[in-house]
């Protein structure tokens, strides 16, 4: 194997989509034996929740397919984890968007949507669930999940000794 990745999430508040993906993906790199070689975490672009549990409504959806989000505190993205993490991926355009205004020109090539990973969910973004009812949890929860795999085979393959994916 080669060097370590880290994977960044990033979400406007860093309550619902984002400490969702990293839960979801946590669990995939533990179950898949690579904790030592893929470091997750996630962020928002602004800083509504700063320092705040992520949503109750994610925590519970995200508990009934395992995933415990209790630990996660919302933060914001700072300027270093453009530097520091290998993947940065938003939810949705419009936080794209957000991070591309603020990246540093040397280091976007790591911006992307996670959704580019998925194979089979029907969407481009994970579509913020925070003003609907549960069934957009359930979605979300659906979305990551997929993308999640296909994220997961992409590094599986760079850590492999494979060309780096182009985000």
């Known amino acids: 194997m080669t060097s370590k990745r880290s994977i960044l ?5 860093n309550i619902c989509r984002s ?9 995939r790199v533990e179950a898949a034996g690579l904790t030592e070689a893929i470091r997750v975490d996630s962020a928002g672009t602004h800083d509504y929740h700063i320092g705040n549990a992520p949503d109750t409504r994610s925590q519970q959806f995200a508990a009934r397919r395992g995933y415990d989000l209790s630990m996660q505190r919302a933060r914001q993205v700072i300027a270093g984890d453009f ?12 936080n794209l968007a ?9 280091h976007r090539h790591k911006l992307g949507l996670f959704m580019q990973f998925a194979r089979h969910s029907p969407s481009e973004v994970v579509p913020d669930p925070y003003y609907g009812g549960g069934t957009g949890f359930d979605r979300v929860l659906d ?9 997961l085979d992409v590094l599986r393959k760079e850590l492999a000794g494979a060309e780096p994916h182009v985000v």
């Open 9 to 13: 999430f990033v979400c406007m508040g």
């Open 83 to 94: 530097s520091e993490f290998d993947y940065v991926l938003a939810m949705d355009r419009d």
């Open 98 to 106: 957000r991070l591309q205004a603020a990246c540093p020109p040397q």
């Open 143 to 151: 979305y990551i999940e997929d993308a999640a795999d296909g994220l």
């Open 19 to 27: 400490p969702t993906a990293e839960g979801v993906f946590r669990k």
